[in-house]
């Protein structure tokens, strides 16, 4: 672990001594190394000399890795429990029937029942709904599209996780927007580096996003997750490269990116939950709970 860290902390300097403003950038991208990675080598040097120490880690407990991978587990089963049971002429109210008592019967509590108000035990968010969609009466139609998001609290562990399910014949637009998540989310993921950054992340699935003509909703974005529903690190979607949080090993956290058919932008309905895409168009999303060690990113869900 010394020797990684020690090698992982000389690469800045190293490269800030050997590279020229005006040489080829070494991440590989084409541009002058001014215009890429300049500003971020010298970020991550005057760091390391303010601090005085190498880059660090996030020690955890056996118990607590253990516990993670149990509750992340649960909410996976969980979310697989939902995608053998899914089916048009159901209510969402139904799903969240489920959720509840498998969470119940797995011995688990479901993380979003009461949480600051929040009357269900998961999310179901139907077509222009982007997340936060309250179960109730509403019946699945042939050609909806609806994320179900689960998370689950297994002694004290929260598992975070969720999909968006097609339903029946649906239209391109909707096969397409699902597509387009779920790849967003797999580029995030890939993104993941020990003792890179943020930006990392954000500009892998925004660039994806962007190149399929989809836009990112940006206000909303991933978090850390582990003895609270909630922490930080919080995890934008979108960003630049080489910026933001230094990803250390040790961190859990969710990347859950909500992809729009249309504008990023959105509203909140009156019962202060439910978020919806400003021009009624489509919005699908993927997620995962990540945990970072010191040879990448396992997914725990």
Not at 207 to 235: L, M, T
Request: aromatic residues 6%; glycine residues 10%; negative net charge.
């Amino acid at each position: 672990m010394v020797e990684t860290t020690s090698l992982i902390k000389n690469k800045a300097q190293e490269r800030h001594g050997k590279l020229q403003r005006n040489d080829l950038c070494w991440c590989g991208s084409g541009k002058k190394y001014k215009k890429c990675h300049l500003v971020a080598d010298k970020q991550e040097m005057d760091e390391e000399k303010e601090s005085g120490k190498p880059l660090d880690r996030i020690e955890r407990s056996s118990e607590y890795i253990e516990g993670m991978r149990k509750s992340c587990r649960l909410a996976a089963d969980t979310l697989d429990m939902v995608a053998n049971r899914i089916r048009i002429g159901i209510t969402t109210d139904t799903i969240n029937t489920w959720v509840h008592e498998y969470t119940l019967d797995h011995g688990a509590i479901p993380a979003p029942l009461n949480y600051k108000g929040f009357p269900k035990s998961t999310c179901t968010s139907l077509n222009e709904v982007i997340c936060h969609g309250i179960p109730d009466h509403t019946v699945i139609k042939e050609g909806d599209i609806i994320n179900v998001d689960i998370t689950c609290n297994l002694d004290g562990y929260f598992g975070d996780t969720s999909k968006t399910f097609l339903m029946g014949e649906c239209s391109p637009d909707a096969k397409k927007i699902t597509a387009v998540a779920e790849e967003c989310l797999k580029r995030g993921i890939q993104a993941v580096t020990p003792y890179g950054r943020m930006g990392d992340i954000g500009a892998a699935i925004q660039a994806y996003a962007h190149s399929q003509g989809c836009s990112v909703v940006e206000k909303f974005v991933g978090h850390g997750v582990g003895r609270q529903f909630h922490e930080n690190p919080q995890v934008p979607h979108f960003g630049k490269k080489g910026t933001g949080v230094r990803l250390l090993p040790g961190m859990f956290f969710t990347i859950e990116p909500m992809i729009n058919l249309g504008d990023k932008d959105l509203y909140i309905l009156e019962d202060n939950w439910t978020a919806v895409t400003i021009d009624g168009r489509l919005s699908a999303q993927f997620e995962h709970t990540i945990f970072l060690t010191e040879t990448g990113a396992e997914v725990l869900t």
